[in-house]
């Protein structure tokens, strides 16, 4: 048959009579999008996205079914062509209502995968949950214990009765691995290129991590005698317990990150020495640790000491020593801290002096209740005066404080009520108002590097590539955005690592996409109640913890954690908000491609639809479906019912039905084609992009078809389980088996040591024990009943491979033809 | 796979599956494509539906192909030899067969011609209770498509005279010339993942890799060679044959990796009393199955996910798998722990990656001599690749046979090893379900799939049911003379008279307990698709 010969895109190619311009733009190399095409297949309502442009034809047309003339002229990308495909996209968006991500995840300042986790322990695959935690955060074991958990404030399951302590199962796989197997894969060999990192704290420790799994030699470079920074000397124990810490940076260290200890920048090295030493780039992660000064009278008077340096010193064992009345002051985490260290200590009373409410304060109101319980006091809305001395004592003179008018904008700022003044008796005042970055090595004559500061002492570095003002210096952490939480300063230095990796490369920075995520309702009071008329309420497991009156006699940790089966009734109280079908969703993608603009005022409010969970694998959710009719044209055995009514002028229903019939045999070939998450399976329950997905091309293991499947990867997690269609013997088809029977590869029932039988019961032993004992038993009846006296059972499950060697062992090492397996069966 | 053997010199899938699009007639028989093989079923399907081909369904059992059938013959259980050369009959009497095939690729036709002359359709339908009528309709329209294939499973193998009704298949297919050519053949569709790879390497009693004979003196110098040992000299013993010999105290130590025979085979009770009688059982699987719990040490495996190696699909297809995720715990792959053993017993295996056995397998049979890795990144090779540049066989026995001329084997019927009597009334054949796979070790651990199909049920037809006072999802106990269950009754039409289908996934219900295990004397399969029961309402 003769060729015809067109031009796309200032392309020719050369395609067979009656091709259509979409498979001839494929041929090309050209992608032109679709929704709605499926070959062979006539579209009743197609999508119209695949439109293009022909020379000489007024409108344009649809890409999908037009064929090709020869001599074509077709333009994809013309402007006109984008234009009409973002009117498209605008219109199918007015129409879709749902969450492309989860708010916790949204919320969270890592970014962490919250509800693949939940859903992983939910599975009891606990270490697969740690390691998507550790994904975006390397420090499990402390963020699991001191995170203010931003996430559990946009929890949704807030609407049903209670959120979830996400927190706390964070901190439960992470104390698993301790007594199981780490979730820590190797980190590929060092690439030779040297990065240092000044500080040891959550950001540095953060950085060297994912440098290190990025192939980098990692050198942190760190003052105190141990790692940890703020983790060891700023949190007391018994919030987070030293060996805790250790644990944690024996994680890291594992990673093949190299130490300098006791190591102070500016004393015994400067950032310029490290540049001669070869350091190709500098991480500066050196927190903020210089406590704010109050600037009031009687601030150096003994007996007035400063927070971070009691609580240092509380961790390197010189505990201070403090009279039996103590005031505390300040609002933030520090103070509560300061001040729940000194009820352990032998003291009469510890009150906390804030000049704003409680509102205002910046510290976890949570371990304010916590400290409450304790039996410390907290006055607000108090200011300090002045520290004189008395007798035997300091005298503290305080005054009430009231809200200013505002100020242009709109900011009431506390001011003395005057004749307020009050004065009392202290021991001891510990100050604990603010932090910010020591920068003292900046003074030293000698170092060339000063990157540019802000005022307040914290370091200028661009919020995108991390870099200061100075070549190949990085920052990030507390001393770029001043005392923030640990999880921020570990994202921090994850993000940062990713810039250094970027610049040493030479490679671009992934360009921050814009992200365009559907969302419920960012605001509680936006989502529609109707989404959570099934979830029953089950209210949520309280954290064990001993009791106020028996803590504070210790420094012992007062969160005990949960057990196994705690945690695995939390995690599956999880409303699953985020989208499952994010790996597949082409919606999401060609909004991104095409930059299309949705505002979230103008989506949904409302659920139109009841989301139908009848289908033992399949999920339908009307509110998503953009009505390309894939999932009924894909379904070969006439199954999916799926109608529309009210069509509008552009052809869009207003009313959907979605339908799955008893002729269904489940093989899931309409999931795998629906473009959004309006058909979903049911078992997909860790939500990833596709970037982030492992194909793992395989053979089903269920009959003697031997369809090709793809594993889809998350980690050591199988997602989903898809067919190419591209690829035989089965051409994309599966059966139910095929597409939905992997579970039973992490099932909880899955043999996972050798056993020995011990009259009644199977002991577990290791390997060697095992084999021994088998190989021992095996030979002693050979020797005493001869060779046919053992028979061996193949298996038409196991691989060739392992059939020939089975053969291969009764025939060879046996030493019998006494060999057969279940074929016939 | 012996009948096939006999007629044609090997015994295998002789098309690939793709082929069934290209058939103008598909004659399907003893198989349930729709739940044992759903993506098989889809093709057959597509092909019907879109190319027009037309399809013979023969089959006891009213199963879904029936409803894109042209014919469907419904034959008595156990008489498949006779509708067989009763199909024969006609084709021979009418002159539709194709006689310059049989002449040049064919011997020994007049013995089978003289053997089906004596079924003329009349004869048939007395004993299969298929119309004469029916029976020369399938007859014209199989010998009159251009390309007709023959597609059979264990409906046809499972019978204590399988290899006869395998050979008279093939019969069949020689007999119209459809073997060797495009969209025909003779397609056993296999139904476990690597049946197929299993036969070949070698995991059978009498033969040594790739098919090759335990007695053949070259051969035998091959492999002794290769594997440094000298190979034991006379066939060993079948697995329907080691429980007997257990029983007997000829064997006393057994190794069984992946299979659960507890629930797989034939009269339970007899396997399990072997199996408790071992000095030594040792079972590697993944699961703590029926039969891993009588053994003396269980090793875990690691599932097919979690390991490197190749499997070999029905048409004879030797496919990659890959390995996507560690193993769960301390498990080991298959291969890796036969290793560890056979060390520990003093022979070294060195193997450090499964594609080092692979090409001892190349060096070693030839059908396999051309399979290699990195050949098989796409869509894997089919059988025989003898070396690295062939680029594999799709369809067998193209220019001849393998083993020359194909070779007619007259088949007379024989009976059933057992008849319904009055006391046991009702036949008795097992099976699958969609929804599950063999003993359920893997299936019944996903939740989707156990809300289906939760238990066990017997089908069990309206007339019968009413004759039995048993209602619809009422409870029902059903007793051979092996031993009893109880499960849940499914009136349908699906069965016919007489005939109760209980599929065999539950170790719960094992309706192996109740199946008879006389077994075909060359195959040594057992009879899953026959035997005698009594059916009554539960108490």
């Known amino acids: 048959m003769a060729k015809l010969e067109i031009k796309i895109d200032g392309q020719t190619v050369w395609v067979d009579s009656g091709t259509t311009i979409l498979d001839a733009a494929r041929t090309a190399g050209v992608s032109i999008p679709t929704f709605c095409y499926i070959p062979n297949k006539t579209i009743e309502h197609p999508c119209g996205i695949c439109v293009v442009e022909v020379e000489g034809r007024e409108e344009l047309v649809p890409a999908c079914s037009t064929a090709v003339e020869d001599g074509m002229v077709v333009a994809s990308q013309s402007k006109r ?46 270490i697969e949950a740690l390691r998507l935690i550790k994904e975006k955060n390397p420090l499990p074991l402390s963020v699991g214990r001191v995170c203010p958990h931003f996430c559990e404030t946009r929890c949704r399951r807030m609407l049903v009765d209670e959120c979830l302590s996400i927190n706390h199962l964070k901190r439960f796989v992470a104390d698993f691995a ?31 991590y994912y440098l290190a799994h990025m192939g980098y030699e990692a050198t942190i470079f760190e003052a105190m005698p141990q790692l940890g920074g703020m983790l060891r000397y700023g949190i007391p124990e018994f919030r987070l317990p030293r060996k805790i810490v250790d644990k944690e940076i024996e994680n890291i260290l594992r990673a093949g990150v190299q130490t300098r200890m006791g190591q102070r920048l500016g004393a015994d090295y400067t950032i310029k020495s490290l540049k001669e030493d070869g350091f190709e780039a500098i991480f500066l992660g050196i927190g903020a640790w210089q406590n704010q000064q109050l600037g009031i009278e009687g601030e150096d008077l003994d007996g007035v000491l400063s927070g971070p340096e009691f609580l240092k010193n509380m961790a390197t064992g010189r505990r201070p020593s403090i009279g039996p009345r103590v005031a505390v002051i300040g609002g933030i985490d520090t103070a509560v801290d300061t001040a729940r260290a000194c009820v352990r200590m032998d003291v009469d009373e510890v009150v906390v002096i804030y000049q704003r409410s409680m509102m205002e304060m910046p510290a976890s109101h949570r371990e304010v209740k916590e400290a409450e319980k304790e039996g410390v006091r907290f006055v607000f809305m108090t200011g300090i005066s002045n520290i004189t001395k008395g007798k035997g004592c300091l005298k503290l003179e305080t005054v009430r404080m009231k809200l200013s008018e505002p100020d242009e904008r709109g900011r009431r700022r506390p001011i003395p009520d005057p004749g307020s003044e009050e004065t009392r008796e202290i021991d001891t005042v510990i100050v604990a108002t603010g932090q910010v970055p020591d920068i003292s090595w900046m003074e ?80 509680f009071e936006d989502v529609d109640l109707h989404n959570f008329e099934d979830v029953p309420i089950r209210l949520g497991e309280k954290m064990p913890a001993r009791a106020p009156e028996r803590r504070t006699r210790d420094f012992d940790e007062i969160e005990l954690g949960f057990t196994e089966e705690t945690a695995l009734r939390e995690s599956k109280r999880c409303l699953e908000c985020g989208c499952a079908a994010l790996s597949k969703c082409k919606l999401r993608e060609f909004c991104i491609e095409y930059e299309v603009k949705f505002p979230i005022a103008k989506m949904l409010k409302r659920r139109q639809y009841e989301i139908d969970r009848r289908h033992p694998f399949i999920i339908i959710d009307p509110n998503k479906c953009i009505f390309c009719q894939r999932c009924r044209n894909s379904c070969e055995y006439e199954a999916l019912e799926l109608e529309g009514a009210n069509f509008d002028k552009d052809g869009l229903p207003k009313r959907i039905s979605i339908t799955i019939n008893d002729k269904c045999v489940s093989c899931g070939a309409c999931v795998d084609n629906c473009p959004t998450g309006a058909l ?110 053992l028979a061996g059972l193949s298996s038409a499950k196991c691989t060739n491979e392992e059939n020939y060697l089975m053969q291969k062992f009764m025939r060879t090492v046996v030493g019998t033809n006494n060999v057969d397996h279940c074929a016939r069966l | 796979m012996a009948g096939l053997a006999a007629s044609f010199g090997s015994g295998a899938m002789t098309n690939p599956i793709a082929d069934f699009k290209k058939a103008d007639a598909i004659l399907l028989t003893g198989s349930n494509p729709t739940e044992n093989y759903p993506v098989i079923a889809l093709q057959m399907i597509k092909a019907i539906q879109e190319n027009g081909t037309k399809l013979i369904v023969v089959d006891p059992r009213e199963i879904e192909m029936v409803g894109y059938a042209e014919i469907w013959l419904r034959p008595r259980p156990g008489t498949d030899v006779v509708w067989l050369n009763g199909m024969m009959h006609v084709i021979i009497e009418e002159d539709l067969y194709d006689i310059s095939y049989v002449a040049e690729r064919t011997e020994n036709f007049m013995a089978l011609k003289e053997a089906a002359l004596k079924y003329d359709p009349e004869f048939v339908e007395r004993i299969t209770g298929i119309p004469a009528e029916d029976l020369r309709m399938a007859a014209h329209l199989y010998a009159k498509a251009g390309r007709a294939s023959i597609a059979y499973a264990m409906g046809i193998t499972q019978h204590a005279f399988g290899t006869d009704n395998v050979k008279s298949i093939a019969n069949l297919a020689m007999l119209c010339g459809n073997v060797g050519i495009e969209g025909g053949g003779v397609n056993p569709l296999r139904g476990q993942n690597n049946v197929q790879g299993a036969c070949d390497m070698g995991a059978l009693p009498n033969v040594l890799p790739g098919y090759q004979s335990i007695s053949d003196q070259d051969t035998v110098r091959k492999f002794e060679q290769a594997w440094g040992r000298k190979l034991p000299p006379k066939p060993g013993l079948a697995v329907t044959d080691m429980w007997p010999a257990i029983l007997e105290g000829k064997i006393k130590g057994m190794y069984i990796m992946g299979e659960n025979p507890v629930v797989s085979d034939p009269n339970l009770k007899h396997v399990e009393a072997a199996l408790k009688k071992l000095d030594f059982l040792v079972v590697q699987d993944i699961f703590m199955t029926e039969t891993a719990k009588l053994a003396h040490v269980v090793l875990p495996a690691a599932s097919f996910a979690e390991k490197d190696g190749t499997f070999t699909n029905t048409e004879r297809r030797v496919q990659r798998v890959n390995q996507g995720l560690e193993p769960v715990g301390d498990c080991r792959p298959d291969w890796k722990i036969i290793c560890n053993l056979s060390e520990k017993m003093g022979t070294f295996m060195n193997y450090k990656y499964p594609e080092e056995i692979m090409e001892e397998i190349a060096r070693l049979v030839p059908i396999y001599g051309g399979i290699h890795y990195e050949r098989l990144n796409s869509e894997g090779i089919q059988w025989p690749c003898p070396n690295w540049e062939h680029p594999g066989t799709p369809r ?61 049920i017997t089908e069990i037809n309206p007339v019968d049911a009413e004759k039995k006072g048993i209602a ?48 075909d004397p060359i195959a040594r399969i057992p009879e899953f698709k026959v035997c005698a029961v009594a059916v009554e309402p539960a108490p």
């Open chain 1, 680 to 789: 979903v399976k049911e078992s997909v329950t860790i939500p990833v992009s596709a970037s982030e997905i492992r194909k793992v091309k395989t053979v089903c293991t269920f009959c003697g078809c031997g369809c090709s499947i793809t594993l889809n990867m998350k980690g050591d997690s199988i997602v989903e389980v898809t067919a190419d269609p591209n690829e035989g013997p089965n051409f994309g088809n599966l059966c139910v088996k095929g597409r939905f029977g992997t579970g039973f590869v992490r099932h909880p029932d899955r043999l996972k040591t050798p056993l020995v039988r011990k009259g009644e019961y199977f002991w577990e032993v290791g390997w060697e024990e095992a084999i021994s004992i088998v190989a021992q038993k095996f030979l002693e009846i050979k020797d005493k009943s001869g060779p046919d006296s």
């Open chain 1, 178 to 208: 301790i007594h199981h197997k780490d979730a820590d894969v190797l980190p590929p060999p060092s690439s030779g290129h040297k990065v240092a990192v000044i500080g040891g704290g959550p950001a540095g420790l953060s950085a060297a």
């Open chain 2, 472 to 519: 619809d999802r009422s409870m029902v106990k059903i007793t051979s003379r092996r031993g009893e269950i109880t499960t849940l009754a499914r009136i349908t039409r699906r069965s016919p008279e007489g005939m109760v289908f209980i599929p065999f996934h539950f170790g719960e219900a094992a309706v192996n307990l109740l199946t008879n295990d006389a077994l």
């Open chain 1, 81 to 126: 062509v984008i234009e009409s495909r973002k009117q498209v996209l605008q219109r199918m968006l007015s129409q879709h209502y749902g969450d492309c991500i989860a708010p916790c995840s949204l919320t969270c300042p890592a970014h962490i995968n919250i509800q693949g986790y939940l859903s992983l322990i939910a599975r009891g695959e606990f």
């Open chain 2, 396 to 456: 067998l026995h193209s220019n001849q046979f393998t083993r020359g001329k194909g070779w007619f084997h007259p088949v007379e019927f024989i009976l059933p090893d057992e008849l319904p009597n009055d006391e046991y009334p009702f036949l008795l054949s097992t099976g699958r379900v969609l929804y599950h796979y063999n003993s359920g070790t893997m299936t019944r651990k996903v939740e989707g799939l156990n809300a289906i199909a939760p238990e066990v």
């Open chain 1, 444 to 523: 030293r004559p000698d170092e060339g590097v000063k990157p540019h500061v802000l005022p307040g002492g914290t370091i200028i570095a661009s919020p995108q590539t991390f870099q200061t003002s100075e070549e190949g210096v990085f920052a990030g952490g507390d001393v770029v955005r001043g005392p923030r939480t640990v999880i921020q300063a570990i994202t921090g230095g994850r993000k940062a690592a990713g810039a250094i990796h970027a610049y040493l490369t030479g490679t671009a920075l992934p360009h921050p996409k814009r992200q365009l995520n559907f969302t419920k309702g960012k605001k």
